[in-house]
């Protein structure tokens, strides 16, 4: 069964920096992507980056465009997002998902199209 496990957040200050990792397993094919998603209190979860398999290609949302980078360990076995000059406005849980299958077209910016969703992990910044 597949499984995605995040972890790396934390409390941090305006400025500084963490990196998310997730750790990938049980999977028996390669998803069309996978992302990173966050929800802020009494907001609604939204994509963060997206990473497509099968191009490599990346996408980020516009808000942590030249902030933030998704990428992958060789072994495909993490996914991690580096984050840098976090804001307050960062603050959040952060989950990653995968969804489809490779070749499978899907959009992965659709919270409702991830089919695979770890537990989350919380970040805070402070101003």
């Known amino acids: 069964q597949e499984q995605l496990a995040e972890s790396g957040g934390g409390s941090v200050q305006a400025g500084g920096s963490l990196t998310l990792s997730c750790a990938i397993s049980?999977?028996?094919?390669?998803?069309?992507?996978m992302g990173w998603f966050r929800q802020a209190p009494g907001k609604e979860r939204e994509r963060v980056a997206t990473?497509?398999?099968?191009?490599?290609?990346?996408i980020y949302a516009a808000s942590v465009k030249g902030r933030f980078t998704i990428s992958q360990d060789n072994s495909e076995s993490t996914l991690y997002l580096q984050m840098n000059n976090l804001e307050p406005e960062d603050t959040g849980s952060y989950y990653c998902?995968?969804?489809?299958?490779?070749?499978?077209?899907?959009?992965?910016?659709?919270?409702?199209?991830?089919?695979?969703w770890g537990k989350g992990t919380l970040v805070t910044v402070s101003s």
């Open positions: 998902a995968t969804g489809g299958r490779f070749g499978e077209r899907l959009n992965c910016a659709n919270v409702r199209e991830m089919d695979v």
């Open positions: 049980g999977y028996t094919f390669t998803p069309t992507c």
């Open positions: 990473l497509y398999t099968s191009t490599a290609d990346k």
